[in-house]
């Protein structure tokens, strides 16, 4: 059919459709005089056996008649009727049918009866049906909205026209765009156009939702769309569902960022770094502008107390608008808030603050930073205290002036929130800064500051502290002038780190000093230190048991001894990395030296290792630290190391510093220590050394050969001097000891005097009574020097004093 009039299908679903339906049509005197198909299929009488004959009488069983008697009065009293009768088919069943019933007007003739009939189940279960959709219109919560196949609005229910703030009746034939902000709209109708097309179902999509009359207003909708159809499969339109879910996406939004803030606030131990997390993540998500200002103490890591206020200094600030610092303080700057203003009374109370209507002159700004704001269009404020520990350390300031929607309760619980998770992490960083900078500084003090110039060495040094969250260790290194011009060189690294690694540090930099004084060979240096490792570890068991902190229970250490005589350089090691030699024509080296166990195990012997150095040779000493690192293992950086070394005729300095560039990062995760020293050898004419036998002339021959050397050097002030000590250590070298003697003269700053003999039996300076003969040689020797002592070799002994040249 063409032309205006449209084709509707009739429902499969109604009972009462003509393709469903028993119809039949009763004369005035209640006779069938129509009878349907329909009614011929399920009561089972044909046209012959119905028509004709009283309803009443083949149609209703007797037991009912009475019932049927009542609904017919009632229908020719008012003209029609509905409800449920009882009916019997041909083979004698009661079932009962739904049954419309209504008068015919015919010309001329009796009014007749139109009847319409269909199962009672099936005209429930339509009633029903009908019931929930009426119901989705007029009693549902959930909104409803049908579109013909262009969008348009056919029909809203009334939480859809609450939203919308319009009356179904206003929102027939106009499309979504007419209300809501055109790129919601489009979102939405394009959705919905992809359910026409395609016919598969939307299933609780969440969208915004703005409304055109308050397009600031955020919204959410969660929506599920249909396409309908006919019997026959044509498009009718599309359905959606719509319910506001704002409140739940903003719930599931806050729990994103509290999950957020957990996983990005205090990824580091640094009070900067945390505070910019902090901003880093609230905006935009909470507001346009955050601002974290601190007490300066917390910045430096120093000691906060209940009772102290005073000024704030900004620590990070974010901002979604261009030139934010022409309303906010740049970083750094040190504030005092107006007592009236809403950080001084969150700082105060110790409670958030909520300024919903700002008035920028109220919040501690300048007038022109004031004027900036309101240009900019600062409307809302929360202040949030940032406390850890029963201690406030600042405040967190969050500004809006982007997003129209002022500060609400909900915003102002997330912010406190996200403040008391940043506040803890702060404080932690506070606490690391504090005990970082007081192991620093311990450590530092327990460093040598200068190493003093030997004739021995020239040397160069670098210490590096960790980064990052491991903290300053127990790394050092120390350069300590010995009897006879030579130099002991020592590197060492603690276990652990923190305070207890850098107090370990100086207990045992202390006592290498002490065993250094005793002039003892390298290995039993580690001997004695192993054994002072092992009874501090013991102490440790006992005295912080239960208590925090990490333990510190053993020590790497190198011991070395250069000899600027003799060139040569005994080394031993506990577990430590080997040194790099460096020849004077640039090549480098690892000497394959004993490496003997970290210090603390106990028991096991350390070896000694004898180098002889060419002049102008240099012994890298360093800690693991320089070697090792994550991209790495030993091997290459011990390649690396080399070639950072290499080349000759390079500067100490240069050589330290090129080797800390080519090896350690900007922050690097171990102390490092690096000490290089370049050999210098004693000219020959700056030593003299003579072998005299054990004879009882002996003095004399050295007293003899000391003065000659001494009026050859241009000493002649000091020869009586010198040959009253050379004939009190030769005499006693010869009267104790036997064997030949040897008497070494060395000229430095100092006259350096040594008698050698093979007896391991020490000196010892006693005070003589007055009736003793002897025992005063010793102490006429401490007399007229300035120093002297004894050392002992595997083979014999040296007796050494020095004195200060003239002038």
Not at 159 to 182: E, M, N, Y
């Amino acid at each position: 059919m063409t032309g205006s009039v449209t084709l509707i299908s009739e429902s499969p679903e109604d009972p009462f459709s003509l393709g469903r339906a028993i119809s039949v049509v009763l004369d005035e005197r209640g006779s069938v005089v129509g009878w349907s198909e329909r009614a011929r299929e399920l009561l089972g009488f044909t046209d012959q056996e119905a028509l004709g004959r009283p309803a009443e009488r083949f149609l209703v069983d007797a037991r009912d008649r009475g019932l049927v008697r009542e609904a017919a009065v009632d229908c020719v009293r008012d003209g029609g009727w509905f409800g449920v009768v009882p009916v019997v088919d041909k083979e004698g069943r009661r079932s009962r049918f739904g049954v419309r019933a209504r008068r015919v007007i015919r010309e001329g003739r009796a009014d007749e009866w139109l009847l319409v009939g269909a199962p009672a189940e099936e005209v429930t279960q339509w009633e029903i049906d009908r019931s929930v959709m009426e119901g989705l219109f007029r009693r549902s919560p959930i909104g409803l909205s049908v579109h013909d196949p262009s969008l348009a609005i056919l029909r809203i229910n009334r939480p859809i026209a609450h939203i919308g703030g319009i009356t179904s009746d206003q929102a027939r034939g106009h499309r979504i765009g007419d209300f809501l902000v055109a790129a919601d709209a489009e979102t939405i109708e394009s959705r919905l156009m992809e359910v026409l097309d395609t016919g598969t179902p939307m299933i609780f999509t969440e969208q915004p939702c703005r409304l055109l009359i308050e397009p600031g207003i955020e919204r959410y909708v969660a929506v599920s769309a249909f396409r309908m159809e006919d019997s026959g499969g044509r498009t009718l339109g599309v359905t959606q569902l719509v319910e506001d879910v704002t409140d739940r996406h903003r719930a599931r939004r806050r729990l994103a960022m509290l999950n957020e803030a957990s996983e990005l606030i205090g990824t580091t131990l640094d009070v900067e770094t945390t505070a910019q997390e902090l901003v880093d993540v609230a905006v935009p998500g909470i507001a346009d502008c955050v601002t974290v200002d601190l007490l300066p103490a917390v910045g430096l890591g120093e000691a906060l107390f209940p009772e102290r206020g005073g000024p704030l200094r900004r620590a990070a600030f974010k901002s979604v608008a261009p030139y934010p610092e022409r309303v906010m303080y740049p970083v750094g700057t040190l504030k005092s808030f107006p007592k009236d203003s809403p950080q001084a009374r969150c700082l105060v109370s110790r409670r958030p603050v909520l300024v919903p209507h700002l008035v920028p002159d109220e919040v501690g700004l300048d007038a022109e930073r004031a004027e900036h704001a309101r240009t900019l269009g600062v409307h809302s404020l929360m202040v949030v205290p940032l406390t850890a520990r029963g201690l406030v350390l600042g405040l967190v300031c969050l500004w809006r002036y982007v997003v129209p929607e002022p500060f609400e309760e909900d915003d102002l619980t997330l912010a406190n929130e996200f403040a008391a998770r940043a506040g803890v992490a702060i404080d932690n960083a506070r606490r690391y800064t504090q005990e970082h900078r007081t192991a620093l500084a311990l450590q530092r003090r327990l460093l040598p500051r200068e190493v003093p110039s030997q004739p021995a060495v020239r040397v160069a040094h670098r210490y590096l502290p960790a980064g990052g969250s491991a903290g300053v260790g127990g790394d050092w290194f120390d350069v300590i002038p010995l009897s006879g011009a030579r130099v002991a060189l020592v590197v060492g690294d603690v276990v652990g780190h923190g305070i207890n690694a850098a107090a370990t540090m100086g207990r045992l930099r202390t006592a290498v000093h002490t065993l250094a004084d005793l002039d003892l060979e390298p290995d039993e240096v580690l001997s004695h230190l192993d054994d002072l490792v092992t009874r501090l570890a013991g102490e440790q068991e006992h005295g912080d048991a239960g208590s925090p902190g990490e333990q510190v229970v053993g020590a790497t250490c190198l011991y070395a001894v250069y000899d600027p005589v003799s060139r040569i350089c005994s080394v031993a090691r506990a577990g430590h990395p080997p040194p790099a030699l460096v020849s004077p024509d640039g090549g480098v080296s690892l000497p394959d030296l004993p490496a003997g166990p970290p210090l603390g195990l106990g028991g096991l012997p350390f070896e000694s290792e004898d180098l002889e150095l060419p002049e102008n040779s240099v012994l890298a000493l360093y800690t693991n630290g320089l070697i090792e690192g994550d991209a790495h293992d030993i091997d290459a950086g011990l390649d690396r190391l080399a070639e950072a070394l290499s080349g000759r005729d390079r500067p100490l300095e240069d050589m330290a510093q090129s080797v800390v560039d080519a090896l350690l990062p900007a922050r690097p995760t171990d102390d490092v220590a690096l000490l290089l020293a370049r050999t210098r050898t004693l000219a020959s004419e700056q030593v003299a050394t003579w072998v005299l036998p054990a004879e009882p002339t002996t003095p004399a021959r050295a007293r003899v050969l000391t003065a000659e050397k001494l009026t050859e050097w241009g000493l002649e002030e000091m020869i009586f001097t010198t040959e009253l000590v050379v004939s009190e250590l030769v005499t006693n070298a010869y009267r104790y000891a036997g064997g030949p003697v040897t008497l070494r003269l060395i000229r430095l700053h100092r006259l350096i005097c040594e008698v050698s003999d093979p007896s391991s039996t020490s000196p010892h300076l006693r005070r003589a009574r007055s009736t003793d003969e002897g025992g005063r040689g010793l102490l006429l020797v401490a007399q007229l020097t300035s120093r002297w002592g004894t050392r002992h070799a595997h083979e014999g002994k040296t007796v050494w004093t020095e004195q200060e040249l003239p002038g």
